[in-house]
């Protein structure tokens, strides 16, 4: 398969605890995104990177989260002192396009993350 | 970003072609409109893209006025599985990045 994979599917943890997701992106895809998806609501920008350069952060993405995506390849996304308001789907996605003005995405199939 | 309005849910029968309207009045020049399918716990997947008049592909049609200021995603004779969230998207994706804003998108239910 040679989609764009995410790990975990399903992380449980308890509030005041750190977690960290993990998304390979398709290969050779120079933009890899990350988004937050609520249950009813469309997923919302978290972040975006071209290659390993983190060029943008939404105002959602607070001092407790981090990301990074080392050599440009798969990227993680930590939250540090889980909040029980950060109970959500962690959706990642990549593009291939490079500075051209017809974006598409492919995204994975998420991380559901809940904080008891 | 150019904002869009879509009906929140539509309900539709097997074998019926399905049309979904999206508002995007503040649609800028450089902008191209996009719609994308979800399934339950799974991501949003690519449907259609389209600057101006009509895109089809093996999936849908998308038909868009000259001004621009909407979009209609066509379904042809849908079935059970054609039942998701469809997102409209519009947006400028150059050297900036695609700066997305899904919305809540519109739920097709179709029936047998």
């Known amino acids: ?116 | 970003l150019a904002k869009t309005t879509q009906p929140i849910s539509m309900d539709s029968y097997e074998g019926q072609e399905v049309n979904i309207t999206c508002s995007h009045n503040n649609i800028a020049t450089n902008d191209y409109i996009t719609w994308y399918q979800q399934f339950p716990s799974q991501g949003p997947r690519f449907i259609i893209q389209g600057y101006k008049t009509k895109v089809t592909n093996e999936v849908a049609s998308l038909f868009i006025p000259a001004d621009r200021k909407s979009s209609t995603l066509s379904l042809p004779r849908v079935s059970l599985s054609d039942t998701a969230v469809y997102y409209c998207l519009v947006g400028d994706y150059g050297t900036g990045g695609f700066k997305t804003i899904f919305g809540a998108g519109t739920r097709l239910f179709v029936k047998a």
């Open chain 1, 1 to 116: 398969d040679t989609g764009v994979s995410q790990n975990p599917r399903h992380k449980i943890t308890k509030r005041g605890q750190n977690v960290t997701f993990r998304c390979d992106p398709i290969s050779e895809h120079n933009r890899l995104y990350w988004y937050r998806q609520t249950l009813g609501q469309g997923p919302e920008f978290l972040t975006y990177f071209q290659n390993e350069a983190q060029l943008e952060k939404s105002r959602l993405l607070s001092d407790r989260f981090s990301a990074e995506r080392p050599k440009g390849s798969f990227s993680t996304l930590e939250i540090q002192r889980t909040e029980q308001g950060d109970s959500a789907m962690y959706l990642c996605a990549s593009s291939p396009t490079r500075d051209t003005t017809n974006e598409k995405l492919f995204f994975g199939s998420g991380t559901q993350l809940s904080v008891l």
